[in-house]
């Protein structure tokens, strides 16, 4: 699998994810077998201007090579300066045109660029002439429910050099409700030249694998099914190679991966932003536990990284009693 001159290991990538998807989580996505990580969606503005904050989400490491760094705006020229900047740390530039939030909407960018296409090609023109990188879009199967265009507007898009295309099968007015539709990413792979990946409710190897299969997609793209589960991507991978089911890691493995990404996002992003942050990814890690609903409060008090390794501690000494407890 290859999107322009970027060779991947495996056609299963990591979605971009506000607020999540940082160097820390990325590194453990990849030492999972992810083989393209993305960033978060990155303000074109912040990066132009070289708003320190914004900078800050540039950041990438040696062990997060190959990464698509996925950029957002309104203004070609702009979308061009951010992209120049991006792409002495990207391998892969993606294009945001599907957010759904209000605020971006309103200023044209993200997936309010599905109804302005003219925009949406000069973006694309200005940002590949602008890179030596490969660029992607990243977009949704259309506006609402009554847009039809989405194959003339990628193949638009394919015309002014993009090197690959990502669909999320549900539309910008549909936000995260209701199911992705998997058969628009079919008719946009028979459709275009490019390599093409599929996106939405994809939270198996099953259901990786009957993507790829009946859509022919080039790759499949996982969100949501990866948060408190890095390990899906080894799942994922290990299906697809060789049609063998991997278990999850136990419990006590899981505790040690969460130590090593909690060490990892305390050296990233220094002990109080850190901790603040990890409070949510700890809920996704014990979600399903019997007993998360008793701790639930004290995740949401740490403060600390001793509170949170005490909790870890807890939580694993918990866990090894309902282990036991099952057993018998
Ligand atoms: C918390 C969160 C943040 C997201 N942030 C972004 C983003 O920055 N850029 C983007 O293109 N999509 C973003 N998405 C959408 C995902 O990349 C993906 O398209 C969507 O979750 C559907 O895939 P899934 O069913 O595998 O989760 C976000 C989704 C979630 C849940």
């Known amino acids: 699998m290859q999107i322009g001159k970027v060779k991947l290991n495996n056609p299963v990538f990591a979605a971009p994810m506000a607020g999540v998807t940082n160097s820390a989580f990325r590194i453990i996505l990849k030492r999972f077998g992810c083989s393209l990580v993305c960033s978060e969606m990155i303000s074109s503005y912040g990066i132009a201007n070289e708003n320190p904050r914004t900078f800050n989400l540039l950041q990438v490491f040696p062990s997060e090579h190959p990464i698509s760094v996925q950029i957002f705006g309104n203004n070609p020229e702009i979308m061009a300066e951010a992209a120049r900047v991006t792409a002495t740390k990207a391998d892969i530039i993606d294009i945001n045109m599907g957010c759904p939030v209000p605020k971006v909407l309103k200023s044209g960018s993200g997936g309010a660029l ?59 007015k549909q936000l995260y409700k209701g199911e992705a539709d998997w058969k628009i990413a079919r008719e946009l792979k028979e459709a275009l030249e490019i390599p093409v990946v599929g996106n939405g409710d994809i939270k198996t190897p099953e259901d990786a694998k009957r993507f790829l299969e009946e859509t022919g997609c080039d790759g499949v793209m996982i969100g949501r099914a990866a948060l408190g589960k890095p390990w899906i991507f080894k799942q994922i991978t290990k299906y697809l190679e060789s049609g063998e089911l991997v ?63 005490g909790l870890l501690d807890e939580f694993k000494a918990k866990g090894t009693v309902e282990k036991v407890k099952n057993r018998y």
């Open 114 to 172: 599905l109804k302005d296409s003219d925009l949406a090609r000069r973006i694309v023109r200005e940002v590949v002439d602008a890179v030596d990188v490969p660029v992607t879009a990243k977009i949704r199967k259309g506006w609402d429910n009554s847009d039809n265009g989405i194959i003339d507007f990628a193949k638009s898009l394919e015309a002014e050099g993009l090197a690959g295309i990502i669909i999320h099968g549900r539309t910008v």
């Open 247 to 309: 278990s999850e890691p136990d419990f006590e493995e899981q505790i040690e991966i969460i130590k090593y990404f909690v060490e990892l996002m305390v050296k990233l992003e220094g002990e109080e932003s850190a901790v603040l942050k990890l409070r949510k990814h700890l809920l996704w890690f014990f979600k399903g536990m019997p007993f998360v609903h008793q701790v639930r409060l004290n995740i949401s008090r740490i403060n600390t990284l001793d509170e949170l390794i």
